[in-house]
């Protein structure tokens, strides 16, 4: 895979809204991602339509194509960020030219819907991209970005070193302080303490990781953009239903039951689980049942509660790097340096 160049302070960072545009309706939460992203030395420019709202989307599919194109065509741009998630990013693939994207390498990141995105650059321009913070989720956090979030950050992007052995955070929250009343502004999120990794599977595994969001995984499943698991890790990201919602375990069980289907549980080497948003102690041993059933004729190790994806604060995970699972030792470990100088 074709591996960025990192970011250094003084940058410019490109924002655009391959899905939801939710910009316009939290303008606060723009603000405050560009006071965070200033205090790591980071400039911020907006492509042409990252900034619009139509309805459930931010622009038509072209617009947010040719906004994609824009940005990896932009010189001064170092790295391209999502503004958040959606449902739509599947909309923007056939009107992306994959060329320019394979001949401007530059650091793409975002997580949830950018799912779709990360697989087709993976697939079709054979650029390694980052499942990580998005402007308005983390980088718009209040008063400043969560500390476990930008170490991760930092480290997979603007230091060229192995990332190393990915602690647990030794807080985390799924607490929503709506939004729309800027009661996100008042003060900052509460945090639980964190119990740590569950492994619900022991053993050790190597292999270059890949995964994302469920459902967004599953709206390309069987695609040309489509990921062959062979040898890999796979991770999961469990989103919200809506803010402050839980995602439904009828329907995590039958989106799991589409990987099965497509022979995924049986090629991986691994599998890790991202922190279920708003998922309490009994969800979680009902979820386990679950993928107890789809992984139980194969001797991989199973990590749950990483902090990828939904629940804060979360890794930046740089998508196709070696990892190491070891439940003996208790350790999740990216081998690799998450970009280049």
């Known amino acids: 895979m074709i591996i960025p160049r990192k970011l250094n302070k003084g940058d410019v960072v490109g924002v655009v809204s391959p899905s939801a545009g939710l910009g316009p309706i939290f303008p606060h939460r723009i603000e405050q991602a560009e006071k965070n992203l200033s205090r790591l030395g980071l400039k911020v420019k907006y492509a042409k339509n990252s900034l ?9 599919a072209k617009e947010r194509a040719e906004d994609i194109h824009e940005m990896f065509l932009d010189k001064e741009i170092k790295a391209v960020i999502s503004t958040i998630g959606g449902d739509h990013s599947n909309q923007v693939l056939k009107y992306l030219d ?4 394979k ?5 793409f990141i975002g997580y949830s819907d950018i799912t779709v995105l990360h697989f ?5 321009s054979e650029l390694r991209t980052y499942y990580g913070p998005c402007i308005i989720s983390e980088f718009g956090e209040y008063p400043e970005i969560l500390p476990y979030t930008l170490e991760y950050f930092e480290k997979a992007l603007m230091l060229v070193e192995h990332i190393g052995n990915v602690s647990q955070s030794d807080s985390w929250t799924w607490e929503f302080l709506d939004w729309s009343e800027k009661k996100d502004q008042v003060r900052a999120r509460n945090m639980n303490m964190s119990k740590g990794y569950e492994w619900w599977k022991e053993g050790k595994a190597q292999g270059p990781i890949f995964g994302g969001c469920i459902p967004s995984m599953n709206h390309i499943a069987g695609t040309d953009y489509w990921i ?16 402050g919602e839980k995602f439904s375990l009828a329907d995590l069980d039958s989106f799991l039951t589409d990987l099965d289907n497509l022979g995924v549980f049986k090629k991986i080497r691994g599998l890790i689980i991202g922190r279920p948003y708003f998922y309490e102690e009994e969800d979680n041993k009902k979820f386990k049942k679950i993928i107890d059933y789809f992984t139980s004729d194969y001797n991989y190790p ?11 604060p979360i890794i930046t995970l740089p998508l196709g790097a070696e990892v190491t699972l070891d439940s003996q030792k208790n350790t999740f470990e990216i081998k690799e340096k998450g970009v280049t100088e």
């Open 103 to 107: 001949n401007n390498p530059k650091i």
């Open 52 to 60: 619009k709202n139509d309805g459930y989307v931010s622009a038509s």
């Open 302 to 312: 199973v990590l749950f509660n990483a902090n990828i994806g939904h629940v804060s």
């Open 98 to 101: 994959f060329n320019i994207i």
């Open 120 to 124: 087709a650059f993976a697939t079709k």
């Open 228 to 243: 062959d698991f062979s040898d890999k890790i796979m991770f999961i990201d469990i989103p919200e239903s809506n803010p």
